[in-house]
């Protein structure tokens, strides 16, 4: 069946430092991957989007990466600060057309102090 | 960027009362809107997607007689929740395409609406 994985696990780091989070799937062959950060009570914003011939990505502190072989994307955020606290979640599309976004329940960050 | 609003935001109501929520692109068209909904601590799922002047298109397990989709326009998608019940309480988020933007462009999403049926 087809999966979705983020790590449900809250992630707690502190500021400064670089947040990683994992985006893993089987049984998709997605043309775009997308990463959108959640705020409690609030819809989605998107942050990036990357395509499948494409390894990287980046726009400002943020960084992502999609390994077709292995199946995964990485989300990274450099010099985490206590705004950028909130859950990000990582979306496939495996139509060719990035319409029909499917979730992934998302991971929750938390940056202190 | 491109924004999406959506009305009300917060909705309480008996069961049995039917329920309208409102999406609208407010700065660009939008041929293809998509109601999603989200459990607590669960994932977004696609209920079904609005395209404009036809049918909606809905996913495996939504039962479009209760979930009513009309797309008049491009700039406004509506959902009415008809006959709620409380397993209906949710937070519906709509989004929205350009309908000029590239195959690949993302979707702009509005901020949601909680509804809670009593």
């Known amino acids: 069946s087809q999966k979705i994985e983020q790590n449900s696990e809250a992630l707690n780091i502190q500021e400064g430092k670089t947040a990683t989070l994992t985006c893993n799937y089987t049984?998709?062959?997605?043309?775009?991957l997308q990463w959108y950060r959640q705020d409690p009570g609030r819809g989605p914003v998107f942050l990036l989007l990357?395509?499948?011939?494409?390894k990287e990505k980046r726009k400002e502190r943020l960084k992502v990466t999609f390994d077709t072989t292995l199946k995964q994307s990485l989300f990274h955020i450099t010099a985490s600060q206590p705004a950028d606290s909130a859950t990000y979640l990582c979306?496939?599309?495996?139509?060719?057309?990035?319409?029909?976004?499917?979730f992934g329940t998302g991971t929750r960050l938390q940056v202190t102090l | 960027g491109a924004v999406v609003s959506q009305h009300p935001s917060r909705v309480i109501c008996k069961s049995g009362t039917s329920v309208k929520i409102e999406c609208r692109s407010l700065?660009?068209?939008?041929?293809?809107m998509f109601w999603y909904r989200q459990f607590p601590k669960q994932s977004l799922m696609l209920m079904a997607t609005?395209?404009?002047?036809?049918?909606?298109?809905?996913e495996q397990g939504v039962e479009k007689d209760k979930f009513l989709i009309n797309h008049a326009s491009l700039t406004l998608s509506t959902l009415t929740v008809t006959s709620a019940h409380p397993e209906d309480s949710s937070f519906y988020i709509c989004?929205?395409?350009?309908?000029?933007?590239?195959?690949?462009?993302?979707?702009?999403f509005g901020p949601g609406t909680r509804l809670l049926v009593l």
């Open positions: 700065d660009f068209q939008a041929t293809t």
């Open positions: 609005s395209n404009e002047g036809s049918k909606a298109t809905y």
């Open positions: 049984n998709y062959s997605p043309a775009y």
């Open positions: 989004s929205a395409r350009d309908s000029l933007a590239g195959v690949g462009e993302t979707q702009y």
């Open positions: 990357i395509r499948e011939n494409e």
């Open positions: 979306a496939l599309d495996d139509t060719g057309t990035a319409s029909k976004l499917t």
